[in-house]
């Protein structure tokens, strides 16, 4: 039998086995560091291409500094809880977006996911009724309204009126 303290101290064990394994983080001891580096590593690889197969535009605008940034991005944050890999894309975006490292073709498709989604600090679920989102796509105000079964609509904002602003999915 196990008393609650070693139960205690197995649990925080596996957690910073998990945090080493998901984030890269220390490694624990008493651990083959080469076994750890490798299973980390291929963690690592299928996180990134699982989260490139679910948003390929946000992979294609990246190219090759995609690996280095989700590897930052990793890093920094853990798996999100709900929404699989989609979730971790839309997260790694709006990490990027953060940053100032988003491409601007992809602040529509953003605004798309916050259509069809309510964004929670661990994860993404789907959204119930006819949501509203404002946001800014290549210079422009954008109103974007997504009625269930109906259909999607884009306004393009009057404001400001230094140029002219189209749908951003024209």
Request: net charge positive.
């Amino acid at each position: 039998m196990s008393t609650p303290d070693e139960r205690a101290r197995l649990t925080e064990c596996q957690a910073e086995l998990v945090r080493a394994l998901l984030r890269g983080g220390e490694r624990p001891a008493g651990f083959d560091a080469d076994r750890l580096d490798t299973a980390s590593a291929a963690l690592a690889h299928k996180r990134r291409r699982a989260a490139a197969a679910a948003w390929p535009a946000l992979a294609r605008e990246l190219g090759a500094r995609f690996a280095e940034l989700f590897a930052a991005y990793r890093a920094a944050v853990p798996l999100p809880r709900r929404g699989g890999p989609s979730t971790d894309a839309y997260f790694f975006a709006r990490w990027l977006d953060e940053r100032g490292e988003l491409p601007a073709a992809l602040r529509p498709a953003m605004m798309s996911v916050r259509l069809r989604n309510v964004v929670r600090a661990d994860g993404l679920l789907p959204r119930r009724g006819p949501p509203v989102v404002v946001g800014r796509s290549d210079g422009c105000w954008h109103l974007a309204l997504r009625w269930p079964g109906i259909g999607e609509w884009w306004l393009p904002l009057p404001w400001p009126r230094r140029r002219a602003c189209g749908t951003p999915f024209a």
